[in-house]
């Protein structure tokens, strides 16, 4: 975060040319703002922020929080995801509180591919912002909201459950068209429909259920 002061100047010649000071954050004013999304997180015990000679603010304070997002997993293993993260302050209208971005979203994008870890389920593909007034009580706030757009990698799904349920689908036919009596017939169906019950638990316990729609993958 960044903001100006104007009555937090000096001049540096009369301090022994210190330009630039770091002050609790309940010293002066800073920006009360709020992610709309979070429902569980950690506060930053980082509270400081640096001043600098011409009143300008600045303060880096990490937060790790858990976000709400609506699923849609129809496509899954192979769906894209797409989850908000509202920065937003309504405390103060816009008439005395405007937020803006100072990055652009091919920076912060960058940036964020180079702190996301690389060997997890999901794959940062794209970043976008919005700035608009969300109206509340006849009344204007500022809010930006990130679109974060996310692509699962689906290489472990389909070596653990497209693989071997499609194996157990093509080995039903091949046995229920086969030359085989009756009597295998009806041993081996037995073991399918076995080996089918147990990849849809696997696959009940794979599967994420914020979703309205059922995956393809677990629809018969």
């Given at each position: 975060?960044?903001w100006?002061?104007?009555?937090?100047?000096?001049?540096?010649?009369?301090?022994?040319?210190?330009?630039?000071?770091?002050?609790?954050?309940?010293?002066?004013?800073s920006?009360?703002v709020?992610?709309?999304?979070?429902?569980?997180?950690?506060?930053?015990?980082?509270?400081?922020?640096?001043?600098?000679?011409?009143?300008?603010?600045?303060?880096?304070?990490?937060?790790?929080?858990?976000?709400?997002?609506?699923?849609?997993?129809?496509?899954?293993?192979?769906?894209?995801?797409?989850?908000?993260?509202?920065?937003?302050?309504?405390?103060?209208?816009?008439?005395?509180?405007?937020?803006?971005?100072?990055?652009?979203?091919?920076?912060?994008?960058?940036?964020?591919?180079?702190?996301?870890?690389?060997?997890?389920?999901?794959?940062?593909?794209?970043?976008s912002?919005?700035?608009?007034?969300?109206?509340?009580?006849?009344?204007?706030?500022?809010?930006?909201?990130?679109?974060?757009?996310?692509?699962?990698?689906?290489?472990?799904?389909?070596?653990?459950?497209?693989?071997?349920?499609?194996?157990?689908?093509?080995?039903?036919?091949?046995?229920?068209?086969?030359?085989?009596?009756?009597?295998?017939?009806?041993?081996?169906?037995?073991?399918?429909?076995?080996?089918?019950?147990?990849?849809?638990?696997?696959l009940?316990?794979?599967?994420?259920?914020?979703?309205?729609?059922?995956?393809?993958?677990?629809?018969?």
């Amino acid at each position: 975060q960044e903001w100006q002061n104007p009555f937090a100047t000096w001049d540096p010649q009369d301090f022994c040319n210190i330009s630039e000071i770091i002050l609790p954050m309940d010293t002066y004013w800073s920006p009360p703002v709020f992610i709309l999304e979070r429902v569980n997180g950690q506060n930053p015990e980082l509270n400081y922020m640096v001043l600098m000679h011409n009143g300008s603010f600045n303060s880096t304070r990490p937060f790790q929080v858990t976000l709400t997002c609506t699923l849609i997993i129809l496509k899954f293993p192979f769906d894209t995801q797409t989850c908000n993260l509202s920065v937003a302050s309504f405390l103060y209208p816009v008439t005395d509180f405007v937020m803006k971005t100072r990055r652009t979203p091919a920076e912060i994008m960058k940036d964020s591919q180079r702190f996301l870890l690389t060997d997890g389920e999901w794959k940062f593909t794209n970043l976008s912002i919005i700035e608009y007034t969300e109206m509340l009580d006849d009344k204007g706030f500022s809010v930006v909201t990130y679109v974060i757009s996310m692509e699962r990698r689906p290489t472990l799904y389909i070596l653990n459950l497209i693989l071997p349920t499609c194996a157990l689908y093509l080995l039903d036919m091949a046995v229920l068209f086969g030359p085989s009596s009756l009597e295998e017939k009806i041993n081996f169906q037995i073991a399918i429909i076995l080996g089918s019950s147990m990849l849809a638990v696997i696959l009940n316990n794979s599967l994420p259920t914020s979703s309205n729609k059922p995956p393809i993958i677990g629809t018969h």
